[in-house]
């Protein structure tokens, strides 16, 4: 994997958050104040998420960055700190539909999905994430086989065409005018995939999904929010 360079002026880092900065002990105790050093140092945090802005909005409070919010795996973009009003890119109620439609195709499904879809207004999430083929599948020859199918390991997300978390980094990037090639992602799933690909550099905190490594620039030896740590530290040391 490609050292992280130290020749570039680097201007943000986007980082997931569910698996990357956080996990279902919470953050790491050390996570914040290497977060605040990255502030200090002039580089802004992003976040990127699949979570919803209600559920994702007080994760970058609590972190008290400058950057800007993706939610919906790209589909809500807000950057308030800027100015900028919040953007849906896209309407959640053909997902929604196509869920009911889910549920009178496969037994068990339960089409109401994930507690934070009554937040959702782009996507919408089913809870059977070991069984998003037979999803796609069933999408693919219906009325609904325009929307894409996306697992990340804590839900299967059913969203437009095109739309992903590279689709949210586009616009708030060219809000803030901001070089993507200046950029570092970091992330843990196949849903990060897309803004590795967008980002000037892109570090993996996780080996076990495919084609995340393969994307990535780099991949952390420790895993998780553990592997952020090992990022962060690296990087604030590369850059002393």
Not at 69 to 90: C, K, L, Q
Not at 120 to 147: H, M, N, P, Q, Y
Not at 162 to 178: M, P, V, Y
Not at 216 to 239: N, Q, W, Y
């Amino acid at each position: 994997m490609a050292a992280i360079p130290t020749d570039i002026d680097w201007q943000m880092i986007v980082f997931d958050v569910d698996g990357t900065l956080l996990d279902i002990n919470g953050f790491q105790a050390e996570l914040i104040p290497l977060i605040r050093e990255l502030e200090n140092r002039g580089i802004s945090v992003s976040l990127a998420s699949g979570r919803t802005l209600p559920n994702v909005t007080p994760i970058q409070q609590s972190l008290a960055v400058s950057g800007f919010v993706i939610g919906e795996n790209g589909g809500m973009v807000w950057d308030s700190g800027a100015g900028h009003p919040i953007r849906a890119m896209a309407d959640g109620s053909r997902a929604r539909a196509a869920a009911d439609w889910l549920a009178t195709r496969i037994d068990g499904l339960d089409a109401a999905g994930i507690e934070s879809n009554r937040w959702r207004e782009t996507e919408w999430c089913l809870k059977e994430v070991g069984d998003f083929e037979r999803i796609r599948d069933e999408l693919a020859g219906s009325e609904w086989a325009d929307l894409e199918v996306v697992p990340t390991g804590f839900a299967v997300h059913i969203t437009a065409h095109g739309l992903d978390k590279a689709t949210g980094l586009a616009i708030a990037f060219e809000q803030r005018g901001i070089d993507p090639s200046l950029v570092i992602a970091v992330g843990d799933a196949a849903n990060d995939i897309p803004m590795f690909e967008m980002c000037g550099y892109a570090v993996a905190v996780n080996d076990s999904h495919p084609g995340v490594v393969e994307a990535a620039d780099h991949c952390t030896e420790a895993k998780g929010t553990l592997g952020t740590l090992e990022f962060l530290r690296d990087f604030i040391a590369s850059s002393d």
